[in-house]
């Protein structure tokens, strides 16, 4: 088994910022922070694109709300002087048309200079190009497939697609293989079947796992889809049991998953379920039920709760009353808002209005470096993060627990 390996992280920045979020921070308030800054300073909001509705809004919330937290914790500490930052939230429920419109709306907004999200890749495909218009920067906390960066031939010929866009995930080229690995190699799993939800994000993580599981010797002995409105999945599984996997790896998110897992399990396909980050929440615990235990997910990064960069951040959020948690994408959208604030101490600083700071807004994203929540956060020359590390999941006594972290390599 190789050795462990998690991210080399310094947390001065956020003992600082768990220091300010003391004072004052309110919870529930989805303002953007209200407290600090002058009543002549000029105004920056930063906004968020995410699923705040229906099925997926337990992760769309917790992006939004670390979000929230970073720019009030920003203001308290004047941390761009003669301006005060403000939060501008948009439910794009988890759709790409939704989320286009959501993104042409932000970007009418002369304020609006940067944004957080998406969740969903196959949302960023519709985001991408109406913020890239407007020189608006947009780092994802989330967005997995590699083709949003690195363009349509990223396996062979990468090629940066948007300039503006960014993310403080890594990919399913790194996901995927991570996942094969693991069942490979740890697990000792040498057959699996394969199930997408045929959804950007979901066939892409399927056929980056194919790929390395079948280079490591392992078979795919059936590979199936489901449509991702469909709630019984009968059909399926009896397509794939006849072929006696020793895991079912699924790519797609909880929703679809937990039923998935529960039904397969209940006609005797008594076998791990396992998926990518997607499938990391406490939703799919619930929905997959008692037989849940076993299952997998890969998630990226270190768990955060037991990162001592993270500690001031999941203080300072508990203590900001949030109605939901920070679930699996919070920490990221917290050091997604943070870098784009890095940016604006650059863009801002001389800027006579927020629409005018756009262009250099994406140009300082660039050199934008500094310890996170997650670790080390920065860019490559694609947009994408220097991070590679990534965890292992499994359900244990009805909760997700770590088995697994380490560097990608």
């Given amino acids: 088994m190789p050795q462990r390996s998690v991210v080399a992280v310094g947390a001065s920045l956020l003992v600082a910022s768990l220091a300010l979020a003391g004072c004052g921070t309110r919870g529930g308030d989805d303002t953007g922070g209200d407290t600090g800054g002058g009543s002549g300073d000029k105004v920056a909001k930063i906004g968020v694109i995410a699923p ?46 939704v989320g286009k419109n959501a993104a042409t709306k932000l970007s009418s907004d002369k304020d609006v200079v940067g944004v957080v999200g998406t969740l969903n890749s196959s949302v960023a495909q519709s985001v991408q190009p109406v913020l890239a218009t407007a020189n608006i920067t947009m ?44 069942l490979f190699e740890k697990a000792g799993i040498k057959e699996v079947a394969t199930v997408h939800d045929k959804k950007t994000y979901g066939q892409g993580l399927v056929d980056a796992f194919t790929k390395e599981y079948t280079k490591l010797g392992g078979k795919v002995v059936a590979a199936e889809t489901i449509n991702p409105d469909d709630d019984k999945y009968d059909a399926v599984v009896s397509k794939i049991k006849p072929s006696n996997p020793k895991a079912v790896y699924y790519g797609g998110e909880f929703p679809q998953a937990g039923p998935f897992s529960q039904q397969m399990k209940a006609a005797g396909l008594n076998v791990p379920l396992m998926g990518g980050d997607g499938i990391y929440s406490g939703e799919f615990v619930k929905l997959a039920g008692s037989t849940a235990t076993g299952d ?49 101490k650059v863009s801002l600083k001389d800027a006579d209005s927020a629409e005018a700071a756009r262009e250099a807004t994406v140009k300082a994203m660039s050199s934008v470096s500094f310890d996170g929540v997650t670790g080390k ?33």
């Fill in 296 to 344: 997998l997910a890969t998630s990226v990064g270190a768990p955060t709760d037991q990162l001592e960069s993270a500690k001031a951040f999941v203080d300072a959020y508990n203590k900001g009353g949030y109605a939901e948690p920070y679930e699996a994408y919070g920490a990221y959208a917290y050091d997604a808002a943070n870098s784009i604030i890095n940016a604006l």
């Fill in 52 to 97: 705040l509705s229906g099925d997926l809004a337990a992760l769309g919330k917790g992006i939004e709300h670390s979000v929230d937290l970073a720019i009030k914790q920003a203001n308290e500490s004047g941390a761009i002087p003669g301006w005060k930052l403000e939060l501008a939230a948009e439910d794009d429920q988890a759709t790409p048309d």
């Fill in 377 to 409: 956060v920065a860019f490559d020359e694609y947009g994408d993060t220097t991070s590679r590390v990534l965890t292992v999941y499994q359900v244990k006594d009805g909760a997700w627990a770590p088995v697994n972290t380490e560097e990608f390599k």
């Fill in 139 to 182: 780092v994802s906390p989330a967005n997995t497939n590699p083709s949003l960066t690195q363009g349509a031939d990223f396996a062979t010929a990468p090629k940066r697609a948007y300039p503006n866009y960014f993310r403080t995930c890594t990919t399913d080229s790194i996901q995927g293989p991570f996942a094969a690995r693991y």
